[in-house]
Every structure is written in C-alpha cells, then in structure tokens.
C-alpha cells in the first residue's frame, strides 16, 4: 500500500473553503427569507426586542461560520 503524504495546510484550507461555500448559502437565505419580517417586526409590541433576537441569532450564527472555519 502506498502513502501519499499531503501537506494538512492545504487541507485545511480546502475545509475552509467547502465549509463556507456550503454554509453561506444557508444563512443568506435564512436572512433573506426574514427580511420583510424584520421590515414590519419592529412596529409590533416587543417588536424591538424580537427585531434585536432575530439580529442576534443571525450575527451568532456568522460568527460561528466564520469562527469553525479557522479550525
């Protein structure tokens, strides 16, 4: 059986790059799918708190992305 070394920097970046090319799509979506909620949301009652949540579980969520793909 032959081994084939291959240098982990460069796997490691190919994981990065499939990892966001595979997740971005998703939270662009999730984001885009809100928006007209996140348009009308904050003249609601608890509008701001709910429009804040929604903000923060989407800077979470890229944060998080953008965090496990540097591992």
Known sequence: MVHIALP????RGAQRVLLVALLAPALLIAV???TPA????????NGTR?????L????AMA????RDSRS
């Open 8 to 11: 982990t920097a460069a796997l």
């Open 32 to 34: 885009i799918a809100t």
């Open 38 to 45: 996140l348009l009308v949301v904050p003249f609601l009652r």
């Open 50 to 54: 709910r429009t804040k949540d929604l």
């Open 63 to 66: 944060a998080t992305l953008l």
């Open 56 to 59: 923060g579980a989407f800077a």
